[in-house]
T-cell receptor
Framework: KQEVTQIPAALSVPEGENLVLNCSFT??????LQWFRQDPGKGLTSLLL?????REQTSGRLNASLDKSSGRSTLYIAASQPGDSATYLC??????????FGQGTTLQVKP | ETGVTQTPRHLVMGMTNKKSLKCEQH?????MYWYKQSAKKPLELMFV???????ENNSVPSRFSPECPNSSHLFLHLHTLQPEDSALYLC??????????????FGPGTRLTVL
């Protein structure tokens, strides 16, 4: 059974810091891995999607890496801003198309 | 703007009420999903519809009844719910089926409170 774990559960940093969010999964047979952002009480916004054959994806200040063999992914946020405050969710997609989510990391960036 | 809308955004209901959640996608996708997000728990997939056929039902209690009349609309009919069913219910859509399913796009969710 695929399980997805995100560490830490919560993180608070001062503005301008670079930070790393971690995601691990137990079954390496994944189709792809996706990072989402969720603002309080809102839906999910897709940030980055990494196919199983890829090692990383970049979008602006965000960089996501994938190491399928070790069952790990990281989301790197450069020069964090207060507007980055949100919950970040990691999800792996199985070959059936089903997404398995982690519990998320709640990030607070203080001005 | 995600192209997936959900109504209502907030709903408060008693345990004996019957209500429905609505989801509409404007992206031309052929698969739609219902997820439940409870406090401090990962998102849980409830139902998947592909080409208007239900392809997955993750042991969801029968008090939740989905309906997909066409590829653009998805409903979740609720009856005799329990307080523990209070959660954020998210709808998503995607293009493709099975292993070829593309990225899922999510709606803003319906915040449901059961009294």
């Amino acid at each position: 059974k695929q399980e997805v774990t995100q560490i830490p559960a919560a993180l608070s940093v001062p503005e301008g810091e670079n930070l790393v969010l971690n995601c691990s999964f137990t079954d390496s047979a994944i189709y792809n891995l996706q990072w989402f952002r969720q603002d309080p009480g809102k839906g999910l916004t897709s940030l980055l999607l990494i196919q199983s054959s890829q090692r990383e994806q970049t979008s602006g200040r965000l960089n996501a890496s994938l190491d399928k063999s070790s069952g790990r992914s990281t989301l790197y946020i450069a020069a964090s801003q207060p507007g980055d405050s949100a919950t970040y969710l990691c999800a792996v997609k199985r070959n059936t198309g089903k997404l398995i989510f982690g519990q998320g990391t709640t990030l607070q960036v203080k001005p | 703007e995600t192209g997936v809308t959900q109504t209502p955004r907030h709903l408060v209901m008693g345990m004996t009420n019957k209500k429905s959640l609505k989801c509409e996608q404007h992206l031309g996708h052929n698969a739609m999903y219902w997820y439940k997000q409870s406090a401090k728990k990962p998102l849980e997939l409830m139902f998947v519809y592909s080409l208007e056929e239900r392809v997955e039902n993750n042991s969801v209690p029968s008090r939740f009844s989905p309906e997909c009349p066409n590829s653009s609309h998805l409903f979740l009919h609720l009856h005799t719910l329990q307080p523990e069913d209070s959660a954020l219910y998210l709808c998503a859509s995607s293009q493709g089926v099975g292993g070829e399913v593309g990225e899922q796009f999510f709606g803003p969710g319906t915040r449901l409170t059961v009294l």
